[in-house]
């Protein structure tokens, strides 16, 4: 079975920086791309990255480009998320996803940007 | 970008009644490849989203078979034969075709009347 925890959320201050973590297992990791989604209290689903099985591409939703990164550690089956200079509207649960096609989703990590 | 527009945003249905929800992209979802990367989710109260249906039909392994995808180019509808009670949540489309960026729908909020 697909397990993806993520971790590394929190409270941070406008302009501020954190990094998220997606641990996978139960698959392949190396094999699949995979995605950060996003979603704000109360709001739909927002993509915001993706990156390619050997981190060759990487693809970022415009209102994130420049502040998030996107890479993975594929001898330890991690998915990251750097992101910095942070905004309110940054505020919101962060999914890992497997895949283009985003097939299996962990159970998020809240990040709240205020002061 | 590609736009993607469902309704209704709210779609209240008696247990045992169907259900159907439109999807509709602002170009045509139709890849180079001939594939059609239009997907389904649903999120319910608490939970992460969940993938239902990939490629506009094909149900993921363990979704009821009420639920069905169907459509093409541009027009897609997510169908729910009898609706049951842990069927409540918000569902999804999402395209998959033209990217970056990968473009979801406003979800339909689905309960019981």
């Known amino acids: 079975e697909v397990y993806l925890v993520e971790s590394g959320g929190g409270l941070v201050q406008p302009g501020g920086s954190l990094r998220l973590s997606c641990a996978a297992s139960?698959?392949?990791?190396?094999?699949?791309?995979m995605s950060w989604v996003r979603q704000a209290p109360g709001k739909g689903l927002e993509w915001v990255a993706n990156?390619?099985?050997?981190?060759?591409?990487?693809y970022y939703v415009d209102s994130v480009k420049g502040r998030f990164t996107i890479s993975r550690d594929n001898a330890k089956n991690l998915l990251y998320l750097e992101m910095n200079s942070l905004r309110a509207e940054d505020s919101a649960l962060y999914y890992c996803?497997?895949?283009?096609?985003?097939?299996?989703w962990g159970r998020g990590t809240l990040v709240t940007v205020s002061s | 970008d590609v736009v993607v527009t469902q309704s209704p945003l709210s779609l209240p249905v008696n247990l045992g009644q169907p259900a159907s929800i439109s999807c509709r992209s602002s170009q045509s979802l139709v890849h180079s490849n001939g594939n059609t990367y239009l997907n389904w989710f649903q999120q319910r109260p608490g939970q992460s989203p969940r993938r239902l249906i990939y490629r506009v039909s094909n149900r993921d392994s363990g979704v009821p078979d009420r639920f069905s995808g169907s459509g093409s180019g541009t027009d897609f509808t997510l169908k729910i034969s009898r609706v049951e009670a842990e069927d409540v949540g918000v569902y999804y489309c999402m395209q998959a075709t033209h990217w970056p960026p990968w473009t979801f729908g406003q979800g339909t909020k689905v309960e019981i009347k």
């Open positions: 990156i390619k099985q050997d981190g060759s591409e990487k």
């Open positions: 996803a497997r895949g283009k096609e985003v097939d299996s």
């Open positions: 139960g698959f392949t990791f190396s094999s699949f791309w």
